[in-house]
């Protein structure tokens, strides 16, 4: 059958959440190109398509560092990836190398080391982490040391083809590089809670356990986003890995430097896609939208009078909960695949008010504003 698997490696004998399990899918069975500075082929096969993959070693390595973390009791330890964010000693990784899920509560790691490329390995101080976005950021003491910061691209203009890197520690093979293209784009994954991880990157680059926290870069070795899982039949690289984008970057750090942790916007309901076929089927006066199959009760949504669905449908194999107000547009934009309105609604904040059109009873077109609240699970 094939899973999701964390990107982490178990340090010891003890097996994390997501090792080869279900948490979030890195899958890439690509062939791993491992390079170091005796390594030059690697560039000669990739300038002819405008892509260094040794420059971008070259520039990026010193600023990967590998994660190992301690946990109390059976949890053991695991070792993951990251990246140095600034020169204050702050180190961006997954929230899931330092927390641990596989008693089916979450728990911090007990301790946390940050080793550096030149074999440096100092204490790090947990600032947070943001389990809806798999994000955590660590800090260490940068008295003593040279740190090199990364810099943080953007995931806005991303296409499919585009030549990437990722650098990491997998199976603790520190250092080791791995390059691919961007496979898609806007992938909905799992994250450590309930809810999806929107706009995730796609990537044959490949990705295998340990890989977890570091970086996806780009030509000029800017990082575009956080490896973070495989998408798996045997727990390795199978050709279908996944990165935190690095505008969720951006806005888990943000909140963890300010509030130690991350607040999202909440609306409350499950929707499935509306397309021509389904909408001819159900009779409904749009080819596209939100159908609400469930309305979560005491939420955002409901307390704004949105109705989710009270009849069942099977339709070219998949099931659907029928008779539920259809979400058409968030602030005038169009709600085409459920991850639409994941996208509109997190980029609001709890208490703020978003402005919905829905279609009510298959052809009546309603206005109506929904008060957002804070997302639950965190």
């Known amino acids: 059958m094939r899973t999701r698997a964390i990107a982490v490696v178990a340090a010891l004998a003890i097996a994390l959440a997501g090792c080869g399990g279900s948490d979030n899918g890195d899958d890439s069975t690509a062939q791993v190109t491992t390079v170091t500075e005796a390594a030059p082929r690697v560039a000669v096969q990739t300038a002819e398509h405008g892509f260094d993959a040794a420059r971008v070693f070259r520039e990026a390595s010193p600023g990967v560092v590998t994660i190992r973390s301690v946990f109390r009791g059976e949890a053991g330890s695991a070792e993951g990836s990251g990246f140095v964010l600034d020169e204050s000693g702050k180190i961006v990784t997954n929230?899931?190398?330092?927390?641990?899920?596989?008693?089916?509560?979450?728990?911090?790691?007990?301790?946390?080391?940050?080793e550096f490329p030149d074999r440096n390995t100092v204490p790090a101080k947990i600032v947070g982490f943001d389990p809806f976005a798999d994000v955590a950021l660590l800090k260490v003491d940068p008295d003593g040391f040279k740190l090199h910061p990364l810099q943080l691209g953007d995931d806005n203009d991303l296409v499919v083809g585009q030549p990437v890197a990722a650098i990491g520690s997998p199976f603790g093979e520190q250092q080791s590089l791995s390059v691919g293209v961007v496979s898609a784009t806007d992938r909905s994954v799992e994250s450590l809670t309930k809810f999806q991880i929107e706009g995730a990157i796609q990537t044959d680059a490949s990705i295998n356990p340990g890989n977890s926290g570091g970086p996806l870069l780009d030509a000029g070795a800017r990082v575009l986003g956080i490896n973070e899982q495989i998408e798996t039949n045997s727990g390795s690289n199978s050709g279908v890995g996944f990165a935190v984008p690095v505008s969720a970057i951006k806005r888990s750090v943000t909140q963890l430097e300010e509030k130690g942790e991350a607040e999202y916007a909440y609306i409350g309901v499950s929707i499935q896609s509306v397309y021509p076929?389904?909408?001819?089927?159900?009779?409904?006066?749009?080819?596209?939208g939100g159908l609400i199959s469930e309305v979560v009760p005491g939420g955002p949504a409901?307390?704004?009078?949105?109705r989710g669905g009270d009849d069942r449908l099977t339709f070219q194999a998949i099931p659907y909960e029928t008779g539920g107000d259809v979400i058409l547009s968030v602030d005038g934009h169009p709600i085409v695949q459920p991850e639409n309105l994941a996208h509109f609604i997190s980029i609001h904040q709890p208490g703020q008010t978003v402005h919905l059109e829905i279609l009510r009873d298959g052809d009546k077109r309603e206005q109506v504003d929904v008060v957002l609240g804070k997302r639950p699970g965190g």
């Open 95 to 114: 929230a899931h190398v330092v927390t641990d899920e596989s008693s089916g509560s979450r728990k911090t790691a007990k301790e946390v080391f940050v």
């Open 277 to 288: 076929q389904l909408a001819d089927k159900l009779n409904l006066d749009t080819d596209h």
């Open 302 to 306: 409901e307390k704004a009078g949105l």
